[in-house]
């Protein structure tokens, strides 16, 4: 008989197909079967993008209450997205996919053209989510995000104006950045 291990088993995920805390599931219980006898820790990962949320919510266990929100996805339609309430209501974490990801992007949406007119607006619902619960302290996972605007609609979203040369307003999508002239974080 062999001795028993201790096999420590971290994956990510495996992006489009299962977050980070099915595929340590499925690794563990794959192991199982060849040694029962074994210890298996399950400490799923993320590296801020898909899948963050499922493995800061499995790795905090009944200290993490997931909340779900109405928004947008990059494109603009309208979705659900969730997001942490941690710290016993002080903090919350956030994955900017959740709103913001490429998995809400069917395969033939993935093109240059949308890419330049996604946004990251939605997002900015689960910050504005998080700030109504009263936390003090929030973390923003940012991977994994379809749009290429750098963060703007989410501070368009949240008063802050993005001028052009002529003081207009630029619209979403980070194609317009490029007229960009000046920020009015006024108000």
Known sequence: MQSPLTVVVAPDSFGGSLDSVAVAAAIAAGWSTVRP??????RPMADGGEGTLA???DALGDAADLRSIGTTDALGRPISADWLLVDEGRGAFIEMAAASGLAW??????TPTNALLASTRG???LLR???DAGV???TIGLGGSASTDGGSGLLRALGVRLLDADGADLPDGGGALVRLDRVDAGG
Not at 105 to 110: C, K
């Open 37 to 42: 006898n074994d210890v298996i820790l399950r």
């Open 55 to 57: 493995a800061v919510a």
């Open 105 to 110: 992007l069917a395969a033939d949406e993935r």
């Open 123 to 125: 997002t900015a619902d």
């Open 129 to 131: 989510g998080a700030l």
């Open 136 to 138: 003090e302290r929030i």
